[in-house]
């Protein structure tokens, strides 16, 4: 078994160095989220979504450069028919310690059982608001009883790293008393995390984009002291108290230096590799999925190609690289 603290060979030119992977399995979503999808999901291509083989022969190689952490994003990842398949081959890798699911929560009350069993071992959650008809209007969708519910049920599973994630909206879901009443007796970790322009959601990102300082500041106020970081955590600055179960992450990247603790890699539904979020390229490795002669090959590529991500996303500037909608790489 390969040792937890062997060093990735993944590291790029300012000595960042990579052992997580988010990896899109679909681009598929069945929500329609105004920050995202508000006119639900349009296909832009015939091209089919990774295979289960292509998946498998992405999780050797990167397990192989010393990749830890395997998060499973779309889309919507849980519209995969097999994506307890798709689990249960990752944690079949003993070099990933961690493997982890971002999903709206739709399936999530049927399923959880069934993945936590497959070996997933982490677990976040979209819920923009705790306020029925908030959720409603932000995602479309009257599904929040069903999530909670769900989230409960992975709570009562034994699902120990379980996160809400909170896209930050001015004036829809900035107020921190509701989500603070909720983790009190929770074991959870809710996380804001602010809004970003993409190259079709300009007019949104300016009328409800809100710092995360202003939630940060009102935490510090309140007595919740900043944690430091986990093994294999990614950006988020962690806060907790001692009269909370739950904790409050918050994703600003916005804030200064914010890029400067990367510690991820981004591979599309469709193969292509994205060394940043907003980047302006993206390396397809689809043609070296297909055989596993072509591992050493796969590799050289994926090294060789690590020395163009940039030192910084440039959303400063209203830069969104080639990112239209943050369902094409799961955000």
Not at 112 to 120: C, F, P, R, S, T
Not at 219 to 227: A, K, R
Not at 303 to 322: D, E, F, R, S, V
């Amino acid at each position: 078994m390969q040792n937890s603290l062997v060093d990735s060979l993944l590291v790029d030119n300012y000595q960042r160095r990579f052992e997580y992977i988010r990896l899109s399995i679909t681009e598929l979503c069945n929500f329609r989220c105004q920050y995202c999808l508000p006119n639900g999901y349009q296909s832009h291509h015939s091209q089919q979504f990774l295979t289960y083989n292509e998946i498998n022969q992405l999780i050797k190689t990167f397990g192989e450069l010393g990749v830890k952490k395997i998060r499973l994003t779309g889309g919507e990842p849980t519209l995969r028919r097999d994506l307890t398949q798709i689990i249960e081959l990752i944690a079949k890798y003993p070099m990933i310690k961690d493997v982890a699911l971002t999903t709206n929560g739709y399936r999530l009350n049927e399923r959880i059982v069934e993945w936590h069993n497959a070996g997933l071992t982490s677990l976040n959650v979209s819920i923009d608001s705790f306020v029925p008809q908030l959720f409603q209007l932000i995602t479309g969708e009257n599904k929040l009883h069903s999530i909670l519910d769900g989230v409960e049920k992975s709570l009562a599973n034994g699902m120990t790293k379980v996160k809400i994630n909170t896209v930050l909206m001015k004036g829809l879901n900035d107020n921190l008393s509701t989500h603070l009443q909720w983790i009190k007796h929770r074991p959870v970790e809710l996380r804001y995390i602010e809004l970003m322009e993409t190259n079709s959601s300009a007019s949104h990102f300016s009328r409800y984009y809100v710092s995360g300082a202003s939630i940060e500041q009102q935490l510090i106020q309140q007595g919740w002291q900043l944690q430091l970081k986990q093994f294999l955590a990614g950006p988020a600055k962690v806060y907790c108290h001692d009269d909370y179960q739950g904790k409050i992450g918050l994703i600003m990247p916005y804030s200064k230096d914010f890029c400067q603790s990367c510690n991820r890699l981004r591979i599309s539904a469709t193969g292509k590799l994205h060394y940043c979020l907003f980047g302006a390229a993206a390396i397809d490795l689809r043609d070296l999925l297909q055989d596993h002669a072509q591992s050493a090959l796969l590799k050289q590529r994926i090294l060789t190609t690590l020395k163009i991500k940039p030192p910084t996303h440039y959303l400063h500037q209203h830069n969104a690289g080639m990112i239209q909608t943050l369902s094409i790489i799961g955000g």
